[in-house]
């Protein structure tokens, strides 16, 4: 087992250029006691990748795993050793058809301390959207000061829906920018996660997206970085399958 956490924290951005992240594993331990509602799951995650004697498979990949609450700042593997962890938020998705204020949530830190996750994971998007929003209307659960609130909204709908709901979005990533609406939108960041319009469907696989959020120590990054997973097969591509010269989708930038 290769522990893939070090390399991660220490670079997320180019870390994601050479490797997908699979999302198989995200939420095994989701389940349980202790569970909020509805927002703020903070966790620690593990990120490792499969080896025969000591060389990654052809279907093994860095894995993220959520740990247990409670779990150590290290993990114990099978067989002994370690597996060091990753501190972070993770940002559940919501149903369809979940009105804005019933979102699941995570807030963070515009600019996070030393004691402060500095990473936000969320399941893996081929549709969805991710917003963040720097206030929110009266009926919503409030927003302290200093603080983003972050929101994987499966219905992806459109600035013009927030803004109406009462939100202010800093940024957003959507699979579409037409799902965004018409533009301009000014103050927001928008960014496609698919801005090479991949198709989502190649043979018996789905391609998956995955985003996640890095604190940098001066702003925080969106980051994004596909796949194509066929069950427990997972094809390491970031561009569409047989296209050549490869156009990556793979992106960091500020938020």
Same mark, same amino acid.
């Given at each position: 087992?290769?522990?893939?956490?070090?390399?991660?924290? #220490?670079?997320?951005?180019?870390?994601?250029?050479?490797?997908?992240?699979?999302?198989?594993?995200?939420?095994?331990?989701?389940?349980?006691?202790?569970?909020?509602?509805?927002?703020?799951?903070?966790?620690?995650?593990?990120? +490792?990748?499969?080896?025969?004697?000591?060389?990654?498979?052809?279907?093994?990949? !860095?894995?993220?795993?959520?740990?247990?609450?409670?779990?150590?700042?290290?993990?114990? #593997?099978?067989?002994?050793?370690?597996?060091?962890?990753?501190?972070?938020?993770?940002?559940?998705?919501?149903?369809?058809?979940?009105?804005?204020?019933?979102?699941?949530?995570?807030?963070?830190?515009?600019?996070?301390? !030393?004691?402060?996750?500095?990473?936000?994971?969320?399941?893996?998007?081929?549709?969805?959207?991710?917003?963040?929003? +720097?206030?929110?209307?009266?009926?919503?659960?409030?927003?302290?000061?200093?603080?983003?609130?972050?929101?994987?909204?499966?219905?992806?709908? +459109?600035?013009? #829906?927030?803004?109406?709901?009462?939100?202010?979005?800093?940024?957003?990533?959507?699979?579409?920018?037409?799902?965004?609406?018409?533009?301009?939108?000014?103050?927001?960041?928008?960014?496609?996660?698919?801005?090479?319009?991949?198709?989502?469907?190649?043979?018996?696989?789905?391609?998956?997206?995955?985003?996640?959020?890095?604190?940098?120590?001066?702003?925080?990054?969106?980051? +994004?970085?596909?796949?194509?997973?066929?069950?427990?097969?997972?094809?390491?591509?970031?561009?569409?399958?047989?296209?050549?010269?490869?156009?990556?989708?793979? #992106?960091?930038?500020?938020?």
């Amino acid at each position: 087992m290769r522990d893939d956490s070090i390399a991660f924290i #220490q670079a997320p951005g180019a870390f994601i250029i050479a490797n997908p992240i699979v999302l198989n594993f995200i939420a095994d331990n989701l389940l349980g006691v202790g569970i909020p509602a509805n927002n703020n799951l903070r966790r620690m995650f593990t990120l +490792s990748t499969n080896t025969d004697a000591g060389i990654p498979g052809d279907d093994d990949f !860095p894995e993220l795993r959520m740990q247990p609450a409670g779990a150590p700042p290290v993990v114990a #593997q099978p067989g002994g050793g370690v597996l060091g962890t990753i501190d972070a938020f993770y940002c559940r998705a919501g149903n369809g058809g979940m009105a804005f204020n019933a979102l699941p949530f995570c807030d963070i830190a515009i600019a996070p301390g !030393p004691l402060d996750a500095h990473f936000l994971f969320t399941t893996g998007m081929n549709g969805c959207s991710l917003v963040v929003a +720097s206030a929110v209307p009266i009926g919503a659960a409030p927003l302290a000061h200093g603080a983003w609130r972050v929101m994987h909204d499966h219905d992806h709908r +459109s600035i013009a #829906q927030w803004q109406a709901a009462g939100y202010t979005i800093r940024f957003a990533a959507y699979a579409d920018l037409a799902d965004a609406g018409v533009g301009p939108f000014l103050p927001v960041n928008v960014v496609s996660y698919n801005p090479n319009n991949y198709p989502w469907n190649y043979m018996d696989s789905v391609r998956i997206v995955t985003n996640f959020l890095h604190w940098t120590g001066v702003n925080w990054n969106f980051n +994004s970085r596909h796949y194509h997973a066929a069950g427990k097969h997972i094809i390491n591509v970031d561009s569409p399958p047989g296209v050549i010269p490869a156009v990556a989708s793979t #992106q960091t930038l500020a938020i």
